[in-house]
């Protein structure tokens, strides 16, 4: 009898922890006890929102992932945000490269990845400089990545007991992900996330489709090598996913053979090198260096490790000009990592807590990244001291003036103020962390951030009891999301942490937690 409920159990458990993390996280902690009360109104209805969600048998992809348009255009214009911190980076250089010039300007390094830039300005020479465009195509490729993870989805769990139990799996793991919260408070953002996913979706479909023992499928391998290269452009992670596929290949599948592995290994690999190798050579032009994707990575090593610990090194490698001498700091990096090895063990530990703790980014770029409408006196004086000088790229006091009836500073018409000028402004109050923002964050905002964290922490938790169950198969394509998910996880543990990095594996979460959900709940219905 006990066994007959231990799903049930199992469920309300995760239900409870979940909700005592939404509520300690977003009211408890910064005291907003009175809007928690919307919030627990709200519970009901969702216990039958979800409980219609499981009665998934039959529904439409095509309306699931429309509806999931639907949402995400309302959201986006719900919210009038603007590129900030390195949002802005990104379109301003994506504008610069749709005007032209910018490959062969030896001011353009290839510090930064310079994939989404790319992106961006292709969308910008092709269709005109339009800030929206850029969120609606964000849209399109987040719909593509659900798409991409149905397909996945089906091929992930091929020993299910029939085509159609796989199928409904499949769809489940979907709706999971077109209605994921986060994935849609980044409908109104201009960054790297739902690029970078989707790419890595694609790539790993291509590989996941060619059946194990299929030495012929060349073309599989070529297209996979080029997606993992382009994701190699928006993110440098990317070159060593692939690895964990093969490694999975050879240790669980018996028909295959190392020499058809390397072969297979090593077309993938050229079809990725001859992706960059145009962006290689350029670099290898200006600076006498080959870079195949960007060469920020000794600093944010160094970010992450060392001031992270100790902020008064930074003087150590300071340049009488002021920059970072970054042809000592690798060097500096690794003697300080081997003398001081339980420092880094603790930073290794809080990258990984950053990473998983919350899923707070899509809401918080929403929040942070609008031009406030008012701001307090005390505050605006506040942003103006704190402005860094070099993202001082206009004025604020141009264009918010004070009225005397509430002592107040207020925004000029935006239909006054250039869209390019308003991304500026944006930045420049943004990067003087005064966060004014504080004062015009909306109940509705906290009220989505705590949903969303609700949802969160439940599938988190249901996606570690669900380790258990699938740990037990020996199938490669089973256990390759949890592959991606720990060498992710390593490698932000051995980098930087937050929580839009956990954004691209999200989609393999939801794929456990459907074959979990969808299994175990089989498996009670067949006990009654």
């Known amino acids: 009898m006990n066994r007959r409920y231990s799903f049930l159990a199992s469920i309300m458990v995760a239900f409870t922890l979940s909700l005592f993390l939404t509520i300690y996280r ?119 990545s659900c798409y991409l993870l149905y397909l996945i989805t089906l091929l992930m769990f091929p020993s299910s007991k029939s085509s159609e139990t796989t199928v409904k799996l499949a769809k489940f793991a979907l709706c999971l992900y077109a209605f994921y919260p986060n994935s849609i408070f980044y409908s109104g953002a201009v960054w790297t996330e739902p690029l970078f996913t989707m790419l890595l979706l694609l790539s790993f479909w291509m590989l996941m489709r060619v059946p194990a023992a299929n030495k012929h499928h060349f073309k599989s391998y070529l297209f996979a090598g080029v ?49 960059l190798s145009p962006w290689a050579i350029r670099n290898y032009l200006l600076y006498n260096k080959i870079i195949l994707t960007a060469s920020n990575g000794p600093l944010v090593l160094f970010i992450n490790f060392v001031l992270d610990n100790d902020e008064s090194k930074l003087t150590k490698l300071m340049k009488p000009q002021g920059p970072v001498d970054e042809s000592n700091m690798s060097s500096y990096l690794a003697s300080y990592m081997l003398e001081h090895p339980f420092k880094t063990l603790k930073t290794m530990g809080k990258n ?27 505050t605006f004086q506040e942003v103006l001291q704190h402005i860094h000088p070099q993202i001082h790229l206009v004025d604020p006091k141009a264009f918010y003036t004070l009225k005397s009836e509430d002592g107040k500073y207020h925004l000029k018409p935006l239909e006054t103020i ?87 594996i999200m989609p393999w979460i939801f794929a456990y937690v459907a074959y979990f959900l969808h299994t175990r709940s089989v498996e009670w219905q067949r006990k009654f």
């Open 26 to 144: 977003v009211y408890i902690r910064d005291a907003y006890w009175i809007e928690m009360i919307p919030f627990l109104l709200l519970l009901p209805m969702l216990f039958f929102l979800g409980k219609g969600i499981l009665r998934y048998l039959r529904i439409n992809i095509g309306v699931v992932l429309l509806l999931s348009f639907i949402l995400r255009v309302v959201w986006m214009l719900s919210f009038d945000t603007y590129p900030t911190m390195d949002s802005h980076q990104y379109y301003s250089e994506g504008l610069k490269i749709a005007a032209g010039g910018y490959w062969m300007n030896p001011a353009n390094t290839p510090y930064w990845p310079i994939g989404y830039k790319a992106f961006l300005g292709a969308l910008t020479w092709c269709f005109g400089e339009h800030l929206w465009l850029a969120k609606i195509v964000n849209i399109l490729l987040q719909l593509l």
């Open 227 to 275: 997606f993992f290269a382009l994701a190699s452009l928006v993110r440098p992670i990317a070159p060593v996913f692939p690895l964990v596929f093969f490694a999975l290949k050879l240790l669980l599948e018996r028909k295959i053979k190392i020499v058809v592995v390397a072969k297979q290994l090593l077309l993938l690999y050229a079809a990725f090198l001859l992706t």
């Open 352 to 378: 990984v807590y950053r990473l998983y703790a919350n899923d707070f980014d899509g809401i918080e770029i929403t929040s942070e990244s609008r031009l406030p409408q008012t701001i307090e006196e005390h």
């Open 418 to 504: 250039p869209e390019l000028t308003r991304i500026h402004l944006a930045q420049t109050i943004r990067y003087s962390f005064a966060y004014p923002y504080r004062e015009t964050e909306v109940g509705v905002l906290r009220l989505m951030k705590a949903l969303n964290s609700l949802f969160y922490y439940f599938v988190i938790i249901v996606f570690a009891l669900s380790l258990i169950r699938t740990l037990r198969t020996l199938h490669s394509n089973t256990l390759l999301g949890l592959g991606i998910i720990l060498l992710t996880t390593m490698i932000h543990a051995s980098s930087v942490g937050g929580a839009r990095y956990h954004f691209p």
